[in-house]
């Protein structure tokens, strides 16, 4: 009888070792070591931070639970401010350093490209969030780069497809004015918006880019105004949105007016609150859900942001670093333990991940497409309901039904 009384305090004691009081898992276990490269401070935060942020939340509460095979997930933020060369400093830190499995977030286009090729030459995975521009939907077995948002290259961009196809059903045979920000991955989306646009029917009027630094919008504003199209789509965040729909406004040009879901939902309604008319020409696009829209999952999100803190209004971006999350828990959970970097890419190829009503279907890597069949949806501003509404339910791309070869 003794002789089992010190049995269990011996299993309790080792048990309670491992596991916090919380239920998490101590400090004393090894945990999986995750990087994330965002724009916390740069002229992109008002998205990427958002994203990051939902990441964060996720991993705690994974932690919460009690990590994953017994071992906790460290992830490391590091703001890349969506310059190349820091986002490749804090990169190669992330790699060389801190030895991370893998590699969340990245910023702005321009920015990506370093940090590819550092993650590439240590066969280091990178799920990236808003945009990618390697064209994964076409891949080798062993590459690392996975997207979860748009991707932006010259042979493939969902999103400039997906403007063509909202505009076409909404103004079939109509006149439409084309931008995006002036970067490499946002001129990739605006072209491509043209090329298919044309393609589906529509005329063309008006295509220019805007820096991403603009403050005055009016130039832009009073082009699309003479050119009156029946319908603007343009790709751009919530800096350029606010400035550029009041100056739309003020030079009596209010008809459809489509951004992407790079404005968060908080910065919509910002621009919204500015403007002398309803807003209710004003439409978003976007790969993910509306935070304004009824979801059990953005309901757990909402009670994580109570449980560990957050300094951003929920959004369709916290959806998104919330989704990486559960993807490289599912990876993980996959490669086991002790872990590699080759684990964790194997694991990634083979994901089909229900992301509970987040999106309009799963997110599916194989090892020759890192990209996997995406979904679309449209909404509108409601005054009566001070809102978004759903006006466009989802539709499938198939990356290969688009893709140039």
Not at 22 to 34: C, D, R
Request: include cysteine; charged fraction near 20%.
């Amino acid at each position: 009888m003794k002789k089992r009384c010190w049995t269990v305090i011996l299993v309790f004691a080792v048990f309670f070792m491992v596991f916090s009081s919380n239920g998490g898992p101590s400090e004393a276990a090894e945990p999986y070591v995750i990087g994330y490269v965002a724009d916390i401070t740069g002229m992109a935060r008002a998205n990427y931070a958002p994203e990051a942020e939902g990441a964060r939340l996720y991993i705690d509460s994974l932690n919460a639970r009690g990590g994953i095979n017994g071992h906790p997930v460290k992830l490391v933020i590091e703001d890349g401010k969506s310059d190349p060369a820091l986002s490749a400093a804090v990169a190669k830190k992330l790699i060389v350093e801190d030895k991370v499995l893998a590699i969340l977030g990245l910023g702005f286009s321009r920015a990506q490209p370093p940090v590819m090729e550092l993650a590439a030459k240590d066969g280091v995975a990178v799920i990236a969030g808003y945009t990618l521009i390697s064209p994964v939907q076409k891949t080798k077995p062993g590459d690392v780069g996975f997207a979860t948002g748009y991707v932006m290259h010259p042979s493939f961009h969902p999103g400039g497809y997906g403007y063509a196809r909202v505009a076409a059903e909404l103004h079939p045979k109509g006149r439409l004015a084309n931008s995006a920000y002036d970067t490499p991955g946002g001129r990739f989306w605006s072209q491509w918006a043209a090329d298919w646009a044309k393609k589906m029917g529509l005329d063309v009027v008006y295509h220019e880019d805007v820096p991403p630094r603009t403050v005055d919008l009016s130039p832009w504003a009073n082009k699309v105004a003479q050119a009156d199209p029946d319908m603007f789509v343009i790709a751009v965040g919530g800096e350029i949105f606010i400035p550029l729909a009041t100056a739309l406004e003020k030079a009596g040009w209010t008809k459809d007016l489509m951004f992407p879901d790079f404005v968060a939902e908080g910065d919509f309604v910002k621009g919204i609150k500015r403007l002398m008319t309803s807003g209710e020409w004003i439409l978003w696009f976007g790969r993910y859900a509306s935070a304004f829209e009824k979801i059990p999952e953005y309901d757990r999100i909402r009670e994580a942001m109570k449980k560990f803190g957050h300094e951003y209004p929920l959004s369709a971006r916290h959806a998104q670093g919330w989704t990486m999350g559960r993807l490289i828990e599912q990876a993980l959970m996959k490669a086991g333990w002790p872990c590699t970097r080759a684990k964790v890419i194997s694991a990634l190829e083979n994901t089909e991940l229900d992301t509970k009503g987040l999106t309009g279907g799963p997110i599916r890597f194989t090892p020759t497409d890192h990209y996997g069949p995406t979904w679309w949806k449209v909404y509108r501003w409601s005054a009566k309901e001070k809102g978004l509404v759903p006006i466009m339910d989802w539709f499938k791309i198939e990356p290969g039904d688009i893709a140039k070869q």
